[in-house]
């Protein structure tokens, strides 16, 4: 995972599947990242290497959606391919937050 | 007919390594099989196998999940085995009635394939997935 923080956004770039094998990675991450000095106002989930997605993946994407609700942060996705975008409608999820291309 | 048969260790890296190889070996039979079918079948076998690796065997090195895909027109079956001591149905949600149940931390998985419309059948500790090539495409994508 690549941070890039662009102003008040921090985009979180994704190189690795999102899928079970590399959650714990990413989670520790994100935990990093939180107790960190940066300061920010969005967070953007950049989803446009990823091919691979399994539940404990939307799971991850939906963990980050709630830390970034609890802090009054905004969060999106962005960059997710039409089979991803279409999982998380068929899942419901696109009600939450924004999924950009 | 067998399209391939495996097993492989109790891990999440073990599925990782092993779904490809199985989406290659369909791929290489059903040629006319489009992006999505493949996307649909690559998270399913990987919901399936996480599962059988986390909730069958816990983990347990001295443990292998057995994979074996048939097909028999018109259905491509996949069949999963763990060692561990099988699944019990009533513990496995269905759907969500509350928006924000959409947000739950896990057991979203067996839902969202059978949304896809694969058909699920437990069988102590054997899953079997089964899906009918000639349910048409269309039909599916009505669902998205």
Redesign the interface.
């Given at each position: 995972m690549e941070e890039q923080l662009l102003g008040s956004c921090m985009r979180l770039i994704l190189i690795d599947g999102l899928t079970a094998n590399n959650i714990s990675k990413f989670n520790t991450k994100v935990e990093a990242l939180m107790e960190s000095d940066m300061q920010f106002t969005e967070v953007v989930l950049d989803l446009v290497n990823i091919r691979n997605i399994d539940s404990m993946g939307v799971t991850f994407v939906i963990g980050l959606y709630k830390k970034m609700e609890n802090q009054g942060k905004a969060f999106s996705v962005s960059g997710a391919s039409d089979d991803i975008v279409s999982l998380f409608k068929l899942m419901k999820l696109d009600q939450f937050f924004e999924m950009n291309l | 007919m067998l399209i391939y048969e495996t097993d492989i260790a109790s891990?999440?890296?073990a599925?990782?390594e092993i779904?490809p190889i199985l989406l290659d070996a369909i791929k290489s039979k059903f040629m006319f099989m489009s992006?999505?079918y493949m996307?649909n079948i690559?998270?399913m076998l990987?919901?399936i196998l996480?599962n059988a690796v986390e909730h069958g065997n816990h983990f347990d090195p001295e443990k292998r999940v057995h994979c074996r895909i048939d097909y028999k027109v018109p259905v491509l079956a996949f069949i999963i085995k763990d060692e561990g001591e099988g699944i019990n149905l009533e513990n496995i949600p269905t759907e969500a009635h509350h928006?924000r149940e959409?947000?739950r931390?896990?057991n979203?998985?067996h839902q969202?394939i059978r949304?896809?419309d694969f058909d699920i059948r437990i069988v102590g500790t054997e899953v079997k997935i089964l899906l009918n090539l000639n349910q048409g495409e269309r039909l599916w994508k009505n669902?998205?």
């Amino acid at each position: 995972m690549e941070e890039q923080l662009l102003g008040s956004c921090m985009r979180l770039i994704l190189i690795d599947g999102l899928t079970a094998n590399n959650i714990s990675k990413f989670n520790t991450k994100v935990e990093a990242l939180m107790e960190s000095d940066m300061q920010f106002t969005e967070v953007v989930l950049d989803l446009v290497n990823i091919r691979n997605i399994d539940s404990m993946g939307v799971t991850f994407v939906i963990g980050l959606y709630k830390k970034m609700e609890n802090q009054g942060k905004a969060f999106s996705v962005s960059g997710a391919s039409d089979d991803i975008v279409s999982l998380f409608k068929l899942m419901k999820l696109d009600q939450f937050f924004e999924m950009n291309l | 007919m067998l399209i391939y048969e495996t097993d492989i260790a109790s891990s999440y890296e073990a599925v990782d390594e092993i779904v490809p190889i199985l989406l290659d070996a369909i791929k290489s039979k059903f040629m006319f099989m489009s992006d999505r079918y493949m996307f649909n079948i690559n998270f399913m076998l990987r919901e399936i196998l996480n599962n059988a690796v986390e909730h069958g065997n816990h983990f347990d090195p001295e443990k292998r999940v057995h994979c074996r895909i048939d097909y028999k027109v018109p259905v491509l079956a996949f069949i999963i085995k763990d060692e561990g001591e099988g699944i019990n149905l009533e513990n496995i949600p269905t759907e969500a009635h509350h928006p924000r149940e959409l947000l739950r931390v896990r057991n979203r998985g067996h839902q969202t394939i059978r949304d896809m419309d694969f058909d699920i059948r437990i069988v102590g500790t054997e899953v079997k997935i089964l899906l009918n090539l000639n349910q048409g495409e269309r039909l599916w994508k009505n669902n998205y």
